[in-house]
Antibody, heavy 120, light 113 residues
Framework: EVQVVESGGGLVQPGGSLRLSCAAS????????MSWVRQAPGKGLEWVAI????????NYVDSVKGRFTISRDNTKNSLYLEMNSLRAEDTAVYFC?????????????WGKGTTVTVSS | DIVMTQSPDSLAVSLGERATINCKSS????????????LGWFQQRPGQPPKLLIY???TRESGVPDRFSGSGSGTDFTLTISSLQAEDVAVYYC?????????FGQGTKLEIK
């Protein structure tokens, strides 16, 4: 079964750090760009970051630049999001998503998400 | 950044009737080199992750019922559900893939009238 499963969320104080992981299975991970998308409580979707198949290219939304780092380990079929200097407004469900190879950059496989809460 | 604006914010439609959701981008998402619009539509049911419905503005993802259709080009796009079913209650989002950040619209909540 093709799937991605996020982990690593939790409660963290403002200014703290957290590392999210996403384990991929059922497909050739190294053939796909991968994204992180987040959703604050009761709000819409916000695209956060994307990483190229080999990890050589990364892009971020402005609000996380310099604080978040997306990375991947193709030998472990895993995607990561290192989050530093966390703020209350980073509180959200974080989704890992596979970018399809034939879907015009559309994310065609999504995890259930992991919840990050930034609060003192 | 490209700003995506959906209308309406919410919509109530009777079962079996047509539902139409609009999405407008602040700049064209049409790639003239391949004549493709880098625009997708997602469905998010309560408590679920998003699901890709449409890409290239009008191509249905595998397994998506044919009552869902997408249209439009350049800056103006539409998602149409031809005959609303109970399971279509969800929030629908458009997303552009033309340039990073791959911005989403604010979402349209679709309910049964």
């Amino acid at each position: 079964e093709v799937q991605v499963v996020e982990s690593g969320g939790g409660l963290v104080q403002p200014g703290g750090s957290l590392r999210l992981s996403c384990a991929a299975s059922g497909f050739t991970f190294s053939n796909h760009w991968m994204s992180w998308v987040r959703q604050a409580p009761g709000k819409g979707l916000e695209w956060v970051a994307i990483i190229k198949k080999d990890g050589s290219e990364k892009n971020y939304v402005d609000s996380v630049k310099g604080r978040f780092t997306i990375s991947r380990d193709n030998t472990k079929n895993s995607l990561y999001l290192e989050m530093n200097s966390l703020r209350a407004e980073d509180t959200a469900v974080y989704f890992c998503a596979r970018v399809g190879t034939t879907t015009g950059w559309g994310e065609d496989v999504w995890g259930k998400g992991t919840t990050v809460t930034v609060s003192s | 950044d490209i700003v995506m604006t959906q209308s309406p914010d919410s919509l109530a439609v009777s079962l079996g009737e047509r539902a139409t959701i609009n999405c407008k981008s602040s700049q064209s998402v049409l790639n003239s080199s391949n004549n493709k619009n880098y625009l997708g539509w997602f469905q998010q049911r309560p408590g679920q992750p998003p699901k890709l419905l449409i890409y290239w503005s009008s191509t249905r993802e595998s397994g998506v019922p044919d009552r869902f259709s997408g249209s439009g080009s350049g800056t103006d796009f539409t998602l149409t559900i031809s005959s609303l079913q109970a399971e279509d209650v969800a929030v629908y989002y458009c997303q552009q893939f033309y340039s990073t950040p791959h911005t989403f619209g604010q979402g349209t909540k679709l309910e049964i009238k």
